[in-house]
C-alpha cells in the first residue's frame, strides 16, 4: 500500500510540475512590446527635465546601472541620481535605432543601439552606444532593475 502511495503521489507531483508553466503564463497579463518600448520614451522626457532625480526615479531601489560615460558601475539611487548629475549636463536627447524588445511576465528586457545627441564644449554632437534595460514590474510600475549602456567600440580612438 505504501508503494502504491508513493507512485499515485510521484505521478500528482509529475503532472503538477508539468502543468505548472502553463498555470503561471496564466497568470501573466498580456504585455505589448510598444509598452516597454515607451518606458524608453518616458526615460528619455525624464532627461529632458535637467533633474537627475526625474531620472532615477525610473529605477529600483536595488537597481545597477553600468553608464557609458563613466568607468564606474552605479549600486543604488543615490549614485545612480549622482551619475545623472553629469550626464544631464551634456543636454542629452536620445532616439532608439534598433530594439529588440523580450517579455517574460513581471520581467521584460530592451536592448539594441541608440544615439544621443549631446551638447559638448557648446558644440552639438551624437553618440551612439549599445543599451540593455531590463525592467521589473513592481505594482503598477515598470522599472528599470538593470541599466548597461557602453558606447560603440566603432567611435572610440
Not at 502511495?5 to 497568470?27: D, R, T
Not at 505589448?32 to 533633474?51: C, H, R, V, Y
Not at 551619475?83 to 532616439?95: E, M
Amino acid at each position: 500500500m505504501t508503494y502504491l502511495f508513493f507512485l499515485f503521489m510521484s505521478v500528482i507531483g509529475v503532472l503538477w510540475l508539468s502543468c505548472y508553466p502553463a498555470i503561471a503564463a496564466e497568470n501573466c497579463p498580456v504585455v505589448p512590446k510598444a509598452d516597454i518600448s515607451a518606458l524608453f520614451q518616458q526615460w528619455n522626457q525624464s532627461l529632458q527635465t535637467g533633474q537627475p532625480a526625474e531620472v532615477a526615479n525610473h529605477y529600483a531601489d536595488d537597481a545597477i546601472l553600468v553608464p557609458t560615460i563613466s568607468n564606474g558601475v552605479r549600486h543604488n539611487p543615490g549614485e545612480i541620481e549622482d551619475y545623472f548629475q553629469k550626464f544631464i549636463s551634456f543636454h542629452p536627447d536620445g532616439r532608439i535605432e534598433e530594439e529588440n524588445i523580450q517579455i517574460y511576465c513581471d520581467i521584460a528586457v530592451n536592448s539594441g543601439i541608440y544615439t544621443f545627441t549631446l551638447i559638448k564644449k557648446g558644440l552639438p554632437a551624437e553618440m551612439r552606444a549599445r543599451f540593455t534595460f531590463v525592467y521589473h514590474k513592481v505594482g503598477d510600475r515598470w522599472l528599470i532593475v538593470d541599466h548597461h549602456s557602453s558606447a560603440m567600440p566603432e567611435n572610440s580612438p
